[in-house]
C-alpha cells in the first residue's frame, strides 16, 4: 500500500462520509449488484460508500477490507445500525487471504492510493466466484479544466498531484483501469465515463460543488505542508482562485472520473 494522500484525522474521516453523499448520483446511477449475496468492499475507509450499497442492495451482505485500524474502527462505528449485514477484516489488498468467495467486488477511490494496483486484482481472483459483477470507480485528474484560470490553483493542483505519485499512488489511474483488468486476464470489461461539466446553468449546484472541491484539495493540505511542498498561504490563494471561479459569469468546471465492470467466467 501507500501513504495515504489524504490522512487519517476525524476532518478527513468525516470528509469521506460528505462525499459519498455529494458524489452518489454521479456515482451510482450505473452500479448493479442486484442478485449478489457476497459483496467484497476493497479499501472501505471509515464505510461512507459501504452505507450507500446496504441501501440499494438490501439482500446483499459486505466484507469490508481495508488496511488501517483507524479507518475500520471508525466503520465499525459508523456501520453499527447494519448488525450482522456486514463483516470487517484488517488487510493489505496487494496480498490477500480471504475466508470465502464473493460474487461482487467494489471499489471506489481506491485504487488510486495502491502502489501496485495489479497486484490487487491478481491476489483477488482466487477469491472470486465465476460470474462475479465488479465494479470500479476512479480518479483521472489530468481531465481537470476549469475557467477563470487562476496561477495558485493551478500550482496547488500539480503538488497535490505530484504528491500523490511521491505516496506511491496514481492520480490518472482510471485511465489505465482497462489495462490492468486486461492484463489480469478479467472477462467482459467495459469502461464508462463519469463525471461533471458545470456552468452557469446550475449556479446552486456549481457554488456547492466549488466548496466540496475545496475541501477536497485542503484534505491532502496536512502531509503537503509537511512535506515542505505548499505553505498556509498557497492554501488560502488555492480557495480565493476556486471562489473566482463562481464569481465570473462564464464559470466552467469540469472533470472526468471512469468506471470500469468487469467479471469472471
Not at 22 to 35: A, E, K, Q, S
Not at 46 to 62: M, N, S
Not at 92 to 104: K, S, T, V
Not at 217 to 222: A, E, H, N, V, Y
Request: aromatic share 14%; net charge negative.
Amino acid at each position: 500500500m501507500t501513504n495515504y494522500l489524504h490522512g487519517f484525522i476525524p476532518e478527513e474521516q468525516q470528509r469521506l462520509i460528505d462525499q459519498a453523499g455529494f458524489l452518489t448520483p454521479l456515482i451510482y446511477p450505473r452500479i448493479d449488484f442486484v442478485g449478489c449475496k457476497k459483496i467484497l468492499e476493497i479499501g472501505c475507509g471509515v464505510g461512507a460508500q459501504t452505507a450507500k450499497l446496504l441501501e440499494l442492495f438490501p439482500e446483499a451482505h459486505i466484507t469490508c477490507v481495508d488496511n488501517s485500524e483507524t479507518q475500520l474502527a471508525k466503520a465499525k462505528e459508523n456501520l453499527s445500525f447494519a448488525g450482522d449485514r456486514v463483516s470487517f477484516i484488517l488487510q493489505d489488498a496487494m496480498n490477500f487471504d480471504l475466508p470465502e468467495q464473493y460474487d461482487g467486488v467494489y471499489i471506489c477511490w481506491v485504487l488510486e492510493h495502491i502502489s501496485e494496483p495489479l497486484k490487487v486484482f491478481r491476489s483477488l481472483k482466487p477469491y472470486l466466484k465465476s460470474g462475479v459483477k465488479i465494479w470500479i470507480t476512479e480518479v483521472f485528474n489530468s481531465t481537470f479544466y476549469y475557467y477563470p484560470n487562476g496561477i495558485h490553483m493551478d500550482a496547488y493542483y500539480e503538488k497535490y498531484n505530484k504528491y500523490q505519485l511521491a505516496c506511491g499512488g496514481n492520480p490518472d489511474i482510471g485511465a489505465n483501469i482497462g489495462n490492468l483488468l486486461f492484463q489480469a486476464e478479467f472477462d467482459n470489461i467495459q469502461l464508462f465515463p463519469g463525471g461533471f461539466h458545470l456552468d452557469r446553468r446550475e449556479s446552486k449546484y456549481l457554488f456547492d460543488f466549488l466548496q466540496f472541491w475545496k475541501t477536497l484539495m485542503k484534505s491532502g493540505s496536512q502531509g503537503m505542508l509537511e512535506a515542505g511542498l505548499i505553505t498556509q498561504r498557497d492554501i488560502e490563494l488555492m480557495e480565493r482562485d476556486v471562489d473566482n471561479i463562481y464569481a465570473n459569469e462564464n464559470s466552467v468546471f469540469y472533470y472526468r472520473f471512469v468506471q470500469a465492470y468487469a467479471t469472471i467466467q
